[in-house]
C-alpha cells in the first residue's frame, strides 16, 4: 500500500475560506483608517486655515473676500471657482484642481502667512474645502480705523465634509448668519 500524502479538497477550501476572510477584516479595518487619518489631516488644515484667517484679520480688519471681488465667481474653494456653485468645477476624476487664480485665499500666501493653501486629501467629488465669507455685516461694523472697499466680511465659514458622514465647519468673527448650504441631508459635525 502507499502512503499519500497532500490535502484534501476539504482541507483545501477550509484554508482558501480562512485566507478570504482574514483579507476581507485586514480591508475594511485598513479601509477604515485611511478614512479616519484623511478626516484627521482636514481638522488640522482647517486648523491651520484659522489661524491663518485670524492673522489676516488682525493685519486687514477684515477676513479676505470670497472671490477676489470678482462678480462672476461664486465658490471659493480647494477645488477652483466657478460662476455657479463649487459642485460644477473639478469634475471627479479630474487631478490638480486649485484655489481660483482670483480667490483672495492666495492673499495668505502673498503675505508670507501660508506658504501654500492647503487642499482637501481627495479634493474630488463633495470632499474639497470651502471659504464662504459672511456679508450680512456691513464690513464698516468688523472694527473702527479701517478703510473698506467692497465686499470685506466680518464672519465666515471654513468647512470640508468628513468621510465619517458629517461637516465639519470652522467660523471666524462670531457666529455667521448662514450656514454652508452644500450638503443638504449632512449634519454638522459635533466636534
Not at 464698516?140 to 468647512?159: P, R
Not at 468621510?163 to 448668519?177: A, D, F, L, Q, V
Request: glycine share 10%.
Amino acid at each position: 500500500m502507499k502512503n499519500k500524502s497532500g490535502f484534501t479538497l476539504i482541507e483545501l477550501l477550509v484554508v482558501i475560506a480562512i485566507v478570504g476572510t482574514l483579507s476581507t477584516i485586514i480591508t475594511i479595518v485598513f479601509s477604515s483608517a485611511q478614512k479616519n487619518a484623511r478626516d484627521q489631516q482636514r481638522k488640522s488644515d482647517l486648523a491651520k486655515i484659522q489661524v491663518a484667517l485670524e492673522v489676516y484679520y488682525s493685519r486687514h480688519g477684515y477676513y479676505p473676500k470670497e472671490d477676489g471681488g470678482s462678480t462672476t465667481i461664486y465658490c471659493d474653494s480647494s477645488k477652483g471657482g466657478d460662476t455657479n456653485n463649487c459642485d460644477t468645477v473639478c469634475p471627479n476624476g479630474v487631478v490638480g484642481c486649485d484655489w481660483h487664480t482670483v480667490s483672495d485665499m492666495r492673499d495668505l500666501i502673498t503675505e508670507n502667512i501660508l506658504s501654500t493653501l492647503p487642499k482637501d486629501p481627495k479634493n474630488n467629488g463633495p470632499y474639497y474645502y470651502r471659504f464662504e465669507p459672511d456679508f450680512t455685516t456691513a464690513a464698516s461694523q468688523c472694527g473702527t480705523g479701517w478703510t473698506y472697499t467692497n465686499k470685506e466680511s466680518c464672519k465666515y465659514i471654513f468647512s470640508a465634509l468628513l468621510e465619517g458622514g458629517c461637516i465639519y465647519k470652522i467660523t471666524g468673527g462670531g457666529t455667521p448668519s448662514s450656514n454652508d448650504p452644500r450638503f443638504p441631508g449632512y449634519p454638522y459635525c459635533t466636534q
